[in-house]
């Protein structure tokens, strides 16, 4: 039984997970460590504190993950559960196999954002989470398939390399398109068609994860030749217009 569940990381995603913690599973203690905040042992504890929960979300930078995973294998309780949410597959299951071995770990990728919540009033019907590879009993798997349903998340199960494959032609190519709507000074209007904007949408939840976005394409390969696809797309369009 599950009586603890520890946020390692307190950016935007981390402060997203301890709030959905205590609204769907409010009978359960969580431990949040963050480098910003002190241990006052009711919401922030110490590292240690905080590995040594039954469950132990690693919710820290991409580029971060490796060197937070050393950190804190020492400190976990042999038993504990790790929890990648990265949001790249292949690098962090690499990782974790090197690292973590035969500990219990599960790989997933909740596909939504501090953004997504808002922006849906804290209505996650729909919201996908992907779960990789793991360590875990099926059983343990399919409880947490189950329970994640009944919150209203839609749980999609594919490989490392799947995931990454899909996540280069759609959230990173969507990053890499805000990215460039921002940079350029567009804006909404008056006269807003609807398509324009879902852009802007797009463009108002991804404008401010400029490190998410570096990181997703250092640790994505296939983000590379989604870049060359969309730059040659991009001259076919223009000569289009003669």
């Known amino acids: 039984m599950i009586?603890?569940?520890?946020?390692?990381?307190?950016?935007?995603?981390?402060?997203?997970?301890?709030?959905?913690?205590?609204?769907?599973?409010?009978n359960i203690d969580v431990r949040v460590y963050s480098l910003r905040k002190e241990p006052d042992g009711v919401t922030f504890f110490?590292?240690?504190?905080?590995?040594?929960?039954?469950?132990?979300?690693?919710?820290?930078?991409?580029?971060?993950?490796e060197n937070k995973l050393k950190e804190i294998l020492p400190l976990m309780?042999?038993?504990?559960?790790?929890?990648?949410?990265a949001t790249v597959k292949a690098h962090t299951v690499e990782v974790l196999r090197r690292l973590a071995?035969?500990?219990?770990?599960i790989a997933t990728h909740p596909m939504w954002g501090p953004e997504s919540y808002k922006?849906?009033?804290?209505?996650?019907?729909?919201?996908?989470?992907?779960?990789t590879?793991?360590?875990?009993?099926?059983?343990?798997?399919?409880?947490?398939?189950r329970f994640l349903s009944l919150c209203g998340f839609t749980v999609v199960s594919m490989n490392a390399d799947q995931h990454d494959i899909h996540l280069a032609e759609t959230l990173f190519l969507t990053h890499f398109i805000g990215?460039?709507?921002?940079?350029?000074?567009?804006?909404?209007?008056?006269?807003?068609?609807?398509?324009?904007?879902?852009?802007?949408?797009?463009?108002?939840?991804?404008?401010?994860?400029?490190?998410?976005?570096?990181d997703?394409?250092?640790?994505?390969?296939?983000?590379?030749?989604?870049?060359?696809?969309?730059?040659?797309?991009?001259e076919a369009v223009r000569k289009l217009l003669g």
């Open 179 to 214: 990215q460039i709507i921002a940079r350029s000074g567009f804006d909404r209007t008056p006269i807003d068609t609807a398509s324009f904007g879902y852009i802007m949408d797009a463009v108002e939840s991804v404008k401010n994860d400029e490190a998410l976005f570096r």
């Open 3 to 26: 009586r603890t569940l520890g946020i390692v990381g307190y950016g935007a995603f981390g402060t997203l997970l301890s709030t959905l913690a205590k609204r769907f599973v409010p």
């Open 119 to 131: 922006k849906k009033h804290g209505d996650v019907t729909g919201f996908r989470v992907v779960i």
């Open 46 to 65: 110490s590292l240690a504190d905080t590995a040594s929960s039954d469950v132990v979300v690693l919710a820290v930078p991409i580029h971060a993950f």
């Open 133 to 145: 590879e793991h360590t875990l009993e099926i059983q343990d798997v399919d409880a947490l398939s």
């Open 77 to 85: 309780r042999t038993d504990g559960i790790i929890v990648d949410v």
């Open 101 to 105: 071995g035969n500990r219990r770990w």
């Open 216 to 234: 997703v394409f250092r640790y994505n390969p296939y983000c590379k030749e989604v870049l060359e696809r969309f730059g040659e797309g991009e």
